[in-house]
């Protein structure tokens, strides 16, 4: 099994920033893709940024230019950097992993259990 678990969430004010964490453990032979999606209240799920393995990055139009993704391959950690937060980021960030397992070499896609961002105006 893998477990991926996800810190740095909270409440912040418009223009401020916040550090999102999601570490993975358990079973792994490795890890190709590492995202972050998000889900507002009546709303669905939506990519926020993805990274590949070799650290090519795609982010949603909404946060170019204000979130940073990166990850750190040897503790096999996904980051999200958030500047210039707005009130309509405010969500539920959900962590995202696509890891090979060591019982059996297949690719699995992995979900964390989500981290509340609330940004007041």
């Known amino acids: 099994q893998v477990q991926l678990v996800e810190s740095g969430g909270g409440l912040v004010q418009a223009g401020g920033s916040l550090r999102l964490s999601c570490a993975a453990s358990?079973?792994?032979?490795?890890?190709?893709?590492m995202g972050w999606y998000r889900q507002a209240p009546g709303k669905q799920r939506e990519l926020v940024a993805t990274?590949?393995?070799?650290?090519?990055?795609n982010y949603a139009d909404s946060v170019k230019g204000r979130f940073t993704i990166s990850r750190d391959n040897a503790k096999n950690t996904v980051y999200l950097q958030m500047n210039s937060l707005k009130p309509e980021d405010t969500a539920v960030y959900y962590c995202?992993?696509?890891?090979?397992?060591?019982?059996?070499?297949?690719?699995?896609?992995?979900w964390g259990q989500g981290t509340q961002v609330t940004v007041s105006s």
């Open positions: 990274i590949t393995s070799g650290g090519s990055t």
């Open positions: 358990g079973s792994i032979f490795k890890i190709n893709a």
């Open positions: 995202n992993a696509r890891v090979v397992t060591t019982f059996n070499r297949y690719e699995y896609n992995y």
